[in-house]
């Protein structure tokens, strides 16, 4: 299984960026696909999370700024992220895995795509 993240860039605070991340295998095993960051010198954290049939989960920090979604026909789950501030600086990463465990925890999350710098000037 391969994760392949794309869509990072560098905004102005107030800015739009929109992040894909295309799973090479839909099966059982990457029935969910979150978004984690990692900013530097700090642990990576979760962002949101989703399922190939429904649902969306996000981390207080995000909550009505960020939207997750899905393309089922393109194998693809977006995250399209609005009103970004400096804080939200940090390389973030796309993880799959079946869906049985908590959806925030990173070590839950069995394959990883490779990381896209996302950085938000003030």
């Known amino acids: 299984v391969q994760l392949q993240a794309s869509g990072g860039g560098s905004v102005q605070a107030g800015g739009s960026l929109r992040l894909s991340c295309v799973v090479s295998?839909?099966?059982?095993?990457?029935?969910?696909v979150a978004w984690f960051r990692q900013a530097l010198g700090n642990d990576r954290e979760f962002v949101a999370a989703?399922?190939?049939?429904?649902?969306?989960y996000y981390s207080d920090s995000v909550r009505g700024r960020f939207a997750i979604s899905r393309d089922n026909a393109k194998d693809t789950v977006y995250l399209q992220m609005n009103s970004l501030r400096p804080e939200d600086t940090a390389v973030y990463y796309c993880?799959?895995?079946?869906?049985?465990?908590?959806?925030?925890?990173?070590?839950?999350?069995?394959?990883w795509g490779q990381g896209t710098l996302v950085t938000v000037s003030s």
């Open positions: 989703t399922t190939w049939i429904g649902g969306a």
């Open positions: 295998e839909r099966t059982a095993a990457t029935n969910r």
């Open positions: 993880a799959a895995n079946a869906a049985r465990d908590r959806y925030e925890r990173a070590s839950n999350y069995n394959y």
